[in-house]
């Protein structure tokens, strides 16, 4: 063979080798990267070898054959839990955590260097963070961290398992199309970055579970979290936009996973977040700051201490954005609240007597349903020597919680008002005689109580509140 042809010859090796390279290396995808195991643990023979229930085992020379033996806690100890084979499974012999032993010896118990099985259940924790801190919302271009806490080998492959908002699997990530879900060691995925900026907004599903033929044959999967992906925002919404002075309302923020937040009030000398109620800060300071929990929600109490419109703002500051809530509030109120257990609970028609300790404007009564009811009230009176005023309900239709009285009226401080009113449906009860309003505003009592059924109580309070709306 000439110089040339031996020239010809070589180049056309070396293409050949780079082709296979290439082959293999298009073959193998991004993060299965590394050694993987098969489909069994190998035992070592007289050796203490970690055992997760569920994989199988693969015992060697001289222990094949022979009885597997419990040894420790006492409920395994002499327990024979099959023989040791090529292909021991032990999903049906190993029921319990322990430490057993290859009995070679044939004596039930441990002899030095037979070899021994440290039985554990497998586990796989999964949650999802972002900084170092658990989220459950996040931002669309945030980036978060898969975190495993899990007993099985580093060389044990696994799945990601990703559910995206439309219901389907995702195979990679759809940011880094290089990025594989599939057959990655748990090496790689017990601290996986992953980003977002192309993921869809809504709600994932997302778990890991093994690839039993390359998991030592073991079939396990971790929890299932959610993560929600949404656009930057910030809101703050209140339970109720129209209160009476001094009575407490609920306002709920919802924002991105641990951003800070500040919280203010168009007037704060006369704003009241009470201290340590909810989310509320542990000191009187308005405005003041906070960071949005994991679940991208904080919850608040507020009151207000003088009539007149009111305008609370939650600013994110991590963004700049912000919102507001308007809320106006009226003269003051005499209100039962809700009481801890309102059951039982029926409709009938109370008589009673209040007395208030300060003066009060009132034009509407506000009835307690139970959870899930129309508790209402149906007809309402009050009266004393030197007047008279009365309400009836119009249906379910608009704000059917309050009925309005014929007329607006002042119940003047400690002066005794009359009442009877009369419930439908499922109002909450006070199951006693005499009760004070909150804030102190006054006394209401039972003198008597006829249910729908005709039964008479004397200490059966209806849950209400007077108020000027």
């Known amino acids: 063979m000439n110089e040339e042809n031996i020239k010809r010859l070589l180049s056309l090796v070396l293409v050949g080798i780079m082709m296979v390279l290439v082959f293999v290396a298009l073959s193998i995808p991004i993060g299965a990267i590394g050694t993987q195991n098969g489909d069994y643990n190998v035992m070592e023979v007289g050796e203490p070898n970690i055992v997760l229930i569920g994989q199988m085992l693969r015992f060697q020379e001289d222990d094949l054959g022979h009885y597997i033996v419990g040894l420790y806690p006492e409920e395994i100890e002499g327990l024979i839990c099959g023989y040791a084979t090529e292909d021991y499974n032990t999903t049906y012999y190993l029921e319990n955590e322990g430490r057993y032993c290859v ?7 441990f002899d030095p260097g037979e070899t021994v099985l440290l039985a554990d259940t497998p586990i796989m924790y999964l949650k999802i963070t972002a900084e170092g801190i658990p989220v459950s919302t996040i931002e669309q271009g945030t980036n978060f961290m898969i975190y495993l806490s899990t007993n099985l080998d580093n060389y044990d492959s696994v799945n990601l ?22 057959n990655l060691t748990v090496e790689i995925v017990k601290d996986m970055l992953v980003y977002t900026k192309d993921w869809k907004i809504g709600t994932y599903q997302i778990w890991i579970d093994t690839n039993k033929e390359r998991a ?67 000191f009187f300071s308005i405005p003041f700051n906070d960071t949005i929990d994991a679940d991208g929600v904080r919850t608040y109490v507020v009151y207000f201490n003088d ?13 700049g954005l912000e919102d507001t809530v308007d809320i106006t509030v009226s003269g003051e109120t005499f209100d039962t609240g809700s009481p801890a257990n309102p059951y039982p609970a029926i409709s009938g028609t109370h008589n009673g007597t209040i007395t208030p300790s300060y003066n009060l404007s009132v034009s509407k009564l506000y009835t307690y349903p139970c959870s899930g009811t129309g508790g209402h009230t149906e007809y309402a009176r009050i009266w004393n020597s030197t007047l008279g005023v009365n309400a009836t309900w119009n249906g379910y239709v608009g704000d059917w919680h309050n009925i309005t009285f ?14 009877e009113i009369r419930t439908g449906s499922y109002p909450q009860i006070i199951h006693t005689d005499e009760w004070e309003a909150k804030g102190g505003m006054g006394i209401i009592n039972c003198t008597s109580f006829v249910d729908a059924n005709g039964k008479i109580y004397a200490n059966w309070i209806p849950a209400i509140r007077l108020w000027a709306g």
């Open 161 to 182: 398992k990703v559910i995206d908002p439309g219901g389907y699997l995702l195979k990679i990530d759809p940011t880094n199309h290089s990025q594989i879900f599939g």
């Open 307 to 319: 009539t007149g419109a009111y305008t609370i703002k939650v600013t994110d500051t991590d963004t």
């Open 103 to 109: 009995d070679r010896n044939e004596n039930g118990e």
């Open 406 to 419: 014929n007329e607006p009226i002042t119940l003047f401080a400690e002066k005794t008002y009359y009442y």
């Open 216 to 282: 030592q044959g073991l079939d396990f999967s971790s929890n299932k979290t959610t993560l929600t992906i949404q656009k930057a925002d910030i809101t703050i919404n209140a339970e109720k936009t129209e209160l009476a002075k001094l009575e407490w309302d609920k306002l709920t923020v919802k924002g991105i996973s641990n951003h800070n937040i500040t919280i203010d009030s168009s007037d704060p000398a006369h704003t009241i977040f009470p201290i340590g109620i909810e989310d509320n800060p542990f």
